[in-house]
């Protein structure tokens, strides 16, 4: 499945470019990298020297997709174990 705006909160975000435009922490508006982490509740953006965590819960990240689309997400909509939030059978609320 490509990546897109419809499907980003439902894709593996390892891999992605991304920024952080707001956060309750003002250090971490206007890091920016690649992802090369993601737990339940940070994402892990390398930064071109060193890796910082970013809560999910308070933040809102610009991705860059593959295609060169920019958009805005909210941490929270991000919140999950990142296996649950990628399935698409089972009980999970991210079908």
Request: hydrophobic content about 40%; aromatic content about 4%; glycine content about 12%.
């Amino acid at each position: 499945m490509a990546v897109t705006a419809e499907t980003l909160v439902r894709h593996e975000l390892v891999g992605l470019e991304v920024a952080v435009v707001a956060a309750s922490n003002p250090d971490s508006v206007g890091l920016s990298g690649t992802v090369v982490t993601e737990t339940t509740k940070t994402l892990g953006i390398d930064t071109g020297g060193r890796v910082a965590q970013v809560p999910k819960e308070g933040a809102t990240f610009e991705w860059t997709l593959p295609g060169g689309e920019c958009i805005r997400t909210a941490g929270a909509e991000l919140l999950a174990r990142p296996a649950r939030r990628t399935e698409r059978t089972g009980d999970s609320k991210w079908q």
